[in-house]
């Protein structure tokens, strides 16, 4: 491929900067500078070692924000891939190389398509705006949540924002997240009495005391879920006791579980569920929670069916909203009030070894973000 497009030239610029969680390696910058050419008056937000970027054009409403990270996920075994991850690589019309995915390619997109959008309509209606961070990928505790409490602290509101996650499945636009599933965490110890397997009239094992109330907290029926979301669903996965010895009752048991949830249900709801069940059992048991996020949900309206609109113009395709899959920053952007959609590439290799995208489906999502400003802003 001699001829690469712009989009293209720009996420291997990105791509070449190994901004691995919580770096940003001056891809803000970047981004910065070009959106200044633009017209944008940048702002930039570091709290402790997280780099952030709030950039808008215009002072009036709407505002339509594009949301997105500069991090990306450790490469893993250098070794192991077919070309080096921060060297960006085209073979076949793929681009390979860390985050070419989840999500420089994204970025890139929504850059060159905000460019040619400002070009083409220099007086458009409402502000676009930028929120970008570099702490997506790993403890999201400085990142877009911090930008969101201080643009809410000075009443800045996001009327519609597109987060580029990789949400499509086959082809560019086949799937767009409209909503994802809270999330919560449970870190469990359940106490027992440690001693010598042979006299169990002086132990409490805590493993026959947690494996029923284990099994019953699996076996729960949370609730059925609704027309956007599936039934909230509960999975452990750590589950730790036992010393090594075999012939040692532990004395503790320590498990971890997570449960998505729907909007028909609560954290507290699901947190006095747990209590409730637990209790029943007679345990002697302290639990610590984290909470990850609430579920969010963007029916049909402006944002969403302008969404659709762009992506069947474009390729075709006719997209499916879901609310399936991980967590992702629109968790702390939904609440404010905004309608927010994630629309991206392809995520078959994200996190991956020999992370690719399809240099096609790149170009066809700046044409998406492009018609979707000007179904918004014209």
Not at 246 to 260: K, S
Request: hydrophobic residues 35%; negative net charge; proline residues 6%.
């Amino acid at each position: 491929m001699n001829n690469i497009s712009e989009v293209i030239q720009l996420t291997k610029e990105l791509i070449s900067r190994p901004s691995v969680t919580p770096a940003d390696e001056g891809c803000q910058l970047l981004f910065a500078a070009r959106l200044e050419n633009a017209g944008f008056n940048n702002e930039s937000m570091v709290f402790e070692d997280t780099t952030n970027l709030w950039s808008r054009r215009g002072s009036e409403k709407p505002v339509f924000c594009f949301a997105g990270h500069t991090d990306v996920v450790p490469p893993g075994p250098e070794a192991k891939w077919n070309t080096p991850p921060f060297e960006p690589t085209i073979i076949d019309g793929y681009l390979y190389g860390r985050g070419a995915a989840d999500m420089k390619g994204s970025l890139a997109a929504m850059l060159v398509a905000t460019e040619r959008f400002v070009k083409d309509f220099p007086e458009h209606k409402g502000s676009i705006a930028y929120l970008i961070t570099s702490d997506e990928e790993g403890p999201f505790i400085n990142g877009t949540t911090r930008v969101i409490d201080t643009l809410e602290a000075r009443n800045e509101k996001i009327d519609w924002c597109i987060v580029g996650e990789p949400s499509s499945t086959n082809v560019v636009g086949d799937i767009v997240k409209n909503g994802r599933r809270g999330s919560i965490t449970g870190d469990l110890i359940v106490h027992g009495i440690q001693g010598h397997v042979a006299y169990p009239d002086q132990v409490k094992n805590p493993i026959h005391l947690a494996a029923p109330a284990l099994a019953a907290l699996s076996q729960e029926v949370w609730d059925h879920g609704n027309e956007y979301f599936p039934p909230t669903s509960f999975q452990l996965s750590n589950l730790n006791s036992g010393t090594g010895a075999t012939n040692v009752v532990p004395g503790e048991l320590h498990a971890i579980f997570n449960l998505r949830y729907s909007t028909e249900i609560n954290d507290q709801v699901i947190i006095d569920r747990v209590n409730a069940i637990l209790s029943s059992y007679q345990l002697d048991y302290e639990i610590k929670w984290t909470f990850n996020g609430k579920p969010f949900i963007t029916g049909e309206g402006k944002l969403l069916n302008s969404v659709v609109s762009a992506i069947k113009e474009t390729n075709g395709v006719d997209c499916t909203p879901s609310t399936a899959g991980g967590t992702s920053d629109g968790r702390f952007i939904a609440p404010t009030g905004a309608q927010v959609v994630e629309l991206g590439p392809t995520n078959a290799t994200i996190h991956k070894v020999n992370e690719s995208v399809k240099c096609d489906d790149l170009d066809a999502l700046e044409q998406i973000y492009y018609l979707l400003m000007k179904k918004l802003l014209t």
